[in-house]
């Protein structure tokens, strides 16, 4: 059965956004009213407003017909994600290694447990994303974790993933537990230096996934 905005109880942009999220709206991705709106069951009104609203955000752009299409992420935006990321995800350090609680840093050192016996990359990519979004819930600060769900959705427009990377599964799972580490110890700068790190590996196989698939 086709799920509509009434069933979900989401909004247009909400459910496009989750539609990006889940890989069925492919950067490059032509974004006709017509078609959207009958997949989705809502009327052509809203669904032109929520396009606008993603074309605001940098989410859709102009195609080159007619309209807008998902956005692609080249060289120079990728550069900027991960820059603001790396900020970011030092400042989730920084408050987390005071506001999470022992229980909460526990869970974070069980998820690092999980993800050792996982080999899928699927697997590896949706734990990845529960493990920094446990992170973010360990900092108790609702704007910083505003901020770092406006990055995730830019950060679905990338496809694939750096798990199908041997070596930077590897490498991963090495960094998360430096991750886990440096907060049972609070020890800030560590923390810091450790997630710095994390993403820095990650910016430089994202690179490197860019450059195979423009041979």
Do not use: C, W
Not at 33 to 40: K, P
Not at 70 to 94: P, S
Not at 165 to 182: G, N
Request: no cysteine; hydrophobic share 40%.
């Amino acid at each position: 059965m086709k799920s509509t905005g009434r069933d979900t109880g989401l909004t247009p942009f909400e459910i496009l956004l989750s539609a990006i999220e889940a890989g069925d709206l492919q950067p490059g991705e032509r974004l006709q009213e017509t078609r959207l709106a009958e997949q989705f069951g809502i009327s052509r009104t809203p669904i032109r407003e929520a396009l606008h609203r993603l074309e605001t955000l940098g989410l859709a752009e102009p195609g080159p017909q007619r309209g807008l299409i998902i956005a692609h992420i080249g060289y120079e935006r990728l550069r900027q994600l991960f820059d603001v990321r790396e900020g970011l995800e030092r400042l989730a350090m920084d408050l987390a290694v005071t506001a999470a609680s022992s229980e909460e840093i526990a869970l974070l050192q069980e998820m690092v447990d999980i993800e050792a016996t996982l080999t899928d990359s699927k697997a590896l990519h949706d734990h990845n994303r529960m493990f920094h979004r446990q992170i973010y819930r360990a900092t108790h600060n609702p704007y910083l974790n505003e901020m770092l769900d406006n990055l995730r959705i830019h950060l679905s427009l990338l496809r694939n993933t750096t798990y199908e990377l041997p070596e930077r599964t590897l490498e991963a799972k090495r960094e998360h537990q430096a991750i886990v580490d440096a907060l049972i110890r609070r020890d800030r700068a560590a923390a810091q230096d450790a997630a710095s790190q994390h993403i820095r590996n990650g910016y430089r196989a994202r690179l490197t996934i860019l450059s195979q698939r423009e041979r």
